[in-house]
């Protein structure tokens, strides 16, 4: 059994190298990402696993050459698969799996991180003391139990990140077209987007994007929250409209937002541009805001998590070449 992995970086490698002697299965790696164009190295291997925030590109042909290649699974090692064409890649016979909840912890504890650093107008004592300016004033900050934080999305993630708010003294109300009973002993249940808008303090998006989320958060959703609260999205870049965003941040409608990722993202994120003229002005406003914190989607990025998705994926594949089943088919 061959195994290809695309996409991989050095911090995977010690995973992956474990993992494949744990399972005496051969699995080599390449940095590229899946397209047509690189798609050509998967002649001759059983299996292949990708990660990309690129769309793969092509047209339901190239699916149906990917079987003709002898593959009959392709395996994301990230929870969303918005860069696979999956009404595509099913026809054409292949069996799409995902990592739905490599760690809820890892986003929910960089969810967490992001609304203290903003309630704590850290951000903006660092640019102060950045210039030896080290007064308080105007940057009195606001206690987690004295605030309502408002859940976007209460499935594994969300579910995870209002635990957290709920053992540090938040209110904590949510809203998801799926209500788990589980968590009403620490969140509230609200009937729409619009009552949840207009009561958090904090709103954090914990979503998967699709046709329903994308631009989930546009100018008017954003006029319907209080001028001192803060948004926070964790989830994919689309499910905020960044110019409505940036618009609402210059006219004071909200307080602040933080970023882990953002529309355009592909473009920049993982990437050093270092000196270089950033190509995209709506990313560039935002680095330049004082209330904005933009970090490179980096939510899932931990040690746990990373040994979670190389882990599973692999499972992943080798449970589909065997015949089996698994429970991560999208």
Same mark, same amino acid.
């Given at each position: 059994?061959?195994?290809?992995?695309?996409?991989?970086? +050095?911090?995977?490698? !010690?995973?992956? &190298?474990?993992?494949?002697?744990?399972? &005496? $299965?051969?699995? +080599?790696?390449?940095?590229?990402?899946?397209?047509p164009?690189?798609? *050509?190295?998967?002649n001759?291997?059983?299996?292949?696993?990708? *990660? *990309?925030?690129?769309?793969?590109?092509?047209?339901?042909? @190239?699916y149906?050459?990917? $079987?003709?290649a002898g593959?009959?699974?392709?395996?994301?090692?990230?929870?969303?698969?918005? #860069?696979?064409?999956l009404?595509?890649?099913?026809?054409?016979?292949l069996t799409? #799996?995902?990592?739905?909840?490599?760690?809820?912890?890892?986003?929910?504890?960089?969810?967490?991180?992001?609304?203290?650093?903003?309630?704590?107008?850290?951000?903006?004592f660092?640019?102060? $003391? !950045?210039?030896?300016? @080290?007064?308080?004033?105007?940057?009195?900050?606001?206690?987690?139990?004295?605030?309502?934080?408002?859940?976007?999305?209460?499935?594994?993630?969300?579910? #995870?990140?209002?635990?957290?708010?709920?053992?540090?003294?938040? %209110?904590?109300?949510a809203?998801?077209?799926?209500?788990?009973?589980?968590?009403?002993?620490?969140?509230?249940?609200?009937? !729409?987007?619009?009552?949840?808008?207009?009561?958090?303090?904090?709103?954090?998006?914990?979503?998967?994007?699709?046709?329903?989320?994308?631009?989930?958060?546009?100018?008017?959703?954003?006029?319907?929250? %209080?001028?001192?609260? @803060?948004?926070?999205?964790?989830?994919?870049?689309?499910?905020?409209?960044?110019?409505?965003?940036?618009?609402?941040? %210059?006219?004071?409608?909200?307080?602040?937002?933080?970023?882990? #990722?953002?529309?355009?993202?592909?473009?920049?994120?993982?990437?050093?541009?270092?000196?270089?003229?950033?190509?995209?002005?709506?990313?560039a406003?935002?680095?330049?805001?004082?209330?904005?914190?933009?970090?490179?989607?980096?939510? @899932?990025?931990?040690?746990?998590?990373?040994?979670?998705?190389?882990?599973?994926?692999?499972?992943?594949?080798?449970?589909?070449?065997?015949?089996?089943?698994?429970?991560?088919?999208?």
């Open positions: 059994m061959k195994i290809l992995m695309y996409s991989v970086r +050095d911090d995977e490698e !010690s995973a992956i &190298k474990a993992w494949a002697t744990k399972n &005496k $299965v051969q699995v +080599d790696t390449n940095e590229l990402e899946f397209h164009d690189t798609a *050509q190295l998967v001759g291997y059983d299996g292949v696993v990708i *990660q *990309q925030r690129s769309a793969i590109g092509g047209d339901a042909t @190239f149906q050459q990917l $079987v003709a593959l009959t699974q392709l395996t994301s090692r990230t929870a969303g698969v918005d #860069t696979i064409d009404p595509a890649a099913k026809a054409a016979g799409v #799996t995902n990592v739905p909840a490599y760690s809820p912890n890892s986003v929910a504890e960089m969810a967490v991180t992001q609304t203290m650093r903003l309630i704590r107008n850290l951000e903006l660092d640019s102060r $003391v !950045s210039q030896q300016n @080290f007064q308080w004033a105007g940057l009195q900050a606001r206690e987690i139990r004295s605030l309502t934080v408002g859940i976007i999305g209460a499935g594994r993630i969300g579910g #995870t990140v209002a635990k957290l708010f709920h053992g540090l003294g938040a %209110k904590v109300i809203y998801d077209v799926v209500r788990h009973a589980d968590l009403e002993p620490v969140l509230t249940y609200v009937d !729409s987007k619009e009552a949840l808008l207009r009561q958090a303090d904090v709103v954090t998006l914990h979503v998967d994007l699709n046709a329903t989320s994308e631009a989930l958060i546009d100018a008017a959703a954003l006029k319907l929250m %209080k001028s001192d609260a @803060f948004i926070i999205n964790a989830s994919r870049g689309p499910v905020i409209v960044t110019a409505a965003l940036v618009a609402a941040l %210059k006219a004071g409608e909200i307080a602040g937002a933080a970023l882990d #990722t953002v529309e355009g993202e592909a473009a920049l994120f993982n990437q050093n541009h270092q000196g270089e003229v950033l190509q995209d002005p709506l990313i406003q935002l680095m330049q805001m004082p209330n904005v914190i933009l970090t490179p989607h980096i939510g @899932f990025y931990t040690n746990l998590a990373v040994q979670n998705m190389v882990e599973i994926s692999l499972n992943d594949v080798v449970t589909i070449l065997n015949g089996g089943q698994t429970e991560h088919a999208c």
